[in-house]
């Protein structure tokens, strides 16, 4: 449960009034076309050069060092993907999810719709235990509650899940392939049809240049490497956000500005960092303002972290190796009754 014992007696929802005004007299909502042109521009030639070096260099065992290349390419264009369908660089929402569908399904094998659907549910309720997608005990446990009512294989994998985390993450990119696909069942999708050939259509052509290109191991070996590696891009962009922050549960409402600012966590860096992690190292702004340019979150966090100094509400920021120990301690504490319960286990006499 999220407690703050500086709350100002307003109005619920007034202090995020009061902080919006100041953004939207910044400008800082204001689209970056130019920007966007430039980053859009620079994904494209990284992704298609990417797969013009693949077939370049062939039957080769340095194909494996291409795959590292695509999985960043794979990731970035994510990433892209996230900040058009919070309509960041399109005005239009025909005109974003058009682009979400061509840069998702098509370019990586991500269900658009089935992805907005969840990423919405989560920014309405983040680290909320029942309504927040992300923290669903679908693999792992994220809070000692789940831990203790936990069975099959979050039950199994929660003793350790701490140890386990990052060679999970090697899954994470076959798990969105696989969440899209089943998600095309569902009737309530819109543009299903154009989801499901762009989407379908993605693996036939991935899977045909793989094969075609490489040998059968070396065919299989590079999907390995790069879907594993693109796993592990993605999840370390979004481990830092919200894992290990403070979780609600059942009723606990704060006012949208704690809620948001509260339950999550900001990464400090340089532009490399910025580039990385696509802007969503400033997830607190992100979350607070999640139709403002990603360029433009750098500048309003000097806004955003005097007004939360102002409230005395807590706004936390750390270094990227930080934001992982601290996702990391918090998933070891969440397993902990696991652990006690195997202990008591065994020293039960036979």
Same mark, same amino acid.
């Given at each position: 449960?999220?407690?703050?014992?500086?709350?100002?007696?307003?109005?619920?929802?007034?202090?995020?009034?009061?902080?919006?005004?100041?953004?939207?007299?910044?400008?800082?909502?204001?689209?970056?076309?130019?920007?966007?042109?430039?980053?859009?521009?620079?994904?494209?030639?990284?992704?298609?050069?990417?797969?013009?070096?693949?077939?370049?260099?062939?039957?080769?065992?340095?194909?494996?060092?291409?795959?590292?290349?695509?999985?960043?390419?794979?990731?970035?264009?994510?990433?892209?993907?996230?900040?058009?369908?919070?309509?960041?660089?399109?005005?239009?929402?025909?005109?974003?999810?058009?682009?979400?569908?061509?840069?998702?399904?098509?370019?990586?094998?991500?269900?658009?719709?089935?992805?907005?659907?969840?990423?919405?549910?989560?920014?309405?309720?983040?680290?909320?235990?029942?309504?927040?997608?992300?923290?669903?005990?679908?693999?792992?446990?994220?809070?000692?509650?789940?831990?203790?009512?936990?069975?099959?294989?979050?039950?199994?994998?929660?003793?350790?899940?701490?140890?386990?985390?990052?060679?999970?993450?090697?899954?994470?990119?076959?798990?969105?392939?696989?969440?899209?696909?089943?998600?095309?069942?569902?009737?309530?999708?819109?543009?299903?049809?154009?989801?499901? %050939?762009?989407?379908? +259509?993605? #693996?036939? &052509? /991935? @899977?045909?240049?793989? $094969?075609?290109?490489?040998?059968? *191991? !070396?065919?299989?070996?590079?999907? %390995?490497?790069?879907? +594993?590696? #693109?796993? &592990? /891009? @993605?999840?370390?962009? $979004?481990?830092?956000?919200?894992? *290990? !922050?403070?979780?609600?549960?059942?009723?606990?409402?704060?006012?949208?500005?704690?809620?948001?600012?509260?339950?999550?966590?900001?990464?400090?860096?340089?532009?490399?960092?910025?580039?990385?992690?696509?802007?969503?190292?400033?997830?607190?702004?992100?979350?607070?303002?999640?139709?403002?340019?990603?360029?433009?979150?750098?500048?309003?966090?000097?806004?955003?972290?005097?007004?939360?100094?102002?409230?005395?509400?807590?706004?936390?920021?750390?270094?990227?190796?930080?934001?992982?120990?601290?996702?990391?301690?918090?998933?070891?504490?969440?397993?902990?009754?696991?652990?006690?319960?195997?202990?008591?286990?065994?020293?039960?006499?036979?």
């Amino acid at each position: 449960m999220i407690t703050d014992t500086h709350l100002p007696a307003r109005t619920a929802g007034s202090d995020f009034a009061r902080l919006s005004k100041k953004i939207g007299a910044s400008g800082l909502m204001e689209r970056r076309p130019g920007y966007y042109a430039l980053r859009i521009g620079t994904i494209i030639t990284l992704y298609t050069g990417g797969w013009a070096t693949f077939v370049l260099v062939g039957a080769s065992w340095w194909t494996l060092a291409v795959a590292v290349i695509l999985a960043v390419a794979f990731g970035q264009v994510a990433l892209v993907t996230h900040d058009v369908a919070h309509r960041q660089v399109f005005r239009l929402r025909k005109t974003s999810e058009a682009s979400g569908r061509v840069a998702g399904n098509a370019a990586i094998g991500m269900g658009f719709g089935w992805w907005q659907d969840k990423h919405t549910r989560h920014h309405a309720n983040p680290n909320h235990e029942e309504l927040d997608p992300d923290v669903v005990p679908d693999l792992l446990v994220w809070t000692q509650d789940q831990a203790r009512v936990a069975k099959g294989l979050p039950r199994f994998l929660g003793r350790s899940q701490a140890y386990l985390f990052f060679p999970l993450l090697t899954l994470e990119g076959l798990n969105l392939h696989v969440a899209g696909v089943r998600a095309l069942a569902d009737r309530s999708l819109k543009c299903r049809s154009v989801e499901a %050939a762009l989407l379908l +259509g993605h #693996f036939a &052509v /991935y @899977l045909t240049a793989v $094969f075609l290109v490489l040998p059968p *191991g !070396m065919g299989f070996a590079f999907i %390995a490497v790069h879907q +594993g590696l #693109f796993g &592990v /891009y @993605l999840g370390s962009i $979004f481990a830092p956000n919200h894992k *290990g !922050m403070p979780t609600l549960t059942g009723k606990d409402r704060p006012d949208f500005l704690r809620r948001q600012v509260l339950t999550s966590r900001n990464v400090h860096g340089g532009w490399f960092t910025d580039i990385a992690l696509g802007g969503l190292n400033y997830q607190i702004e992100h979350h607070l303002f999640p139709s403002m340019p990603s360029p433009n979150l750098r500048r309003a966090q000097v806004i955003v972290r005097r007004y939360c100094e102002e409230l005395g509400v807590a706004y936390l920021e750390t270094s990227l190796i930080a934001s992982y120990r601290q996702a990391l301690r918090s998933l070891h504490e969440a397993g902990a009754p696991l652990r006690r319960t195997d202990a008591a286990e065994q020293a039960q006499p036979s």
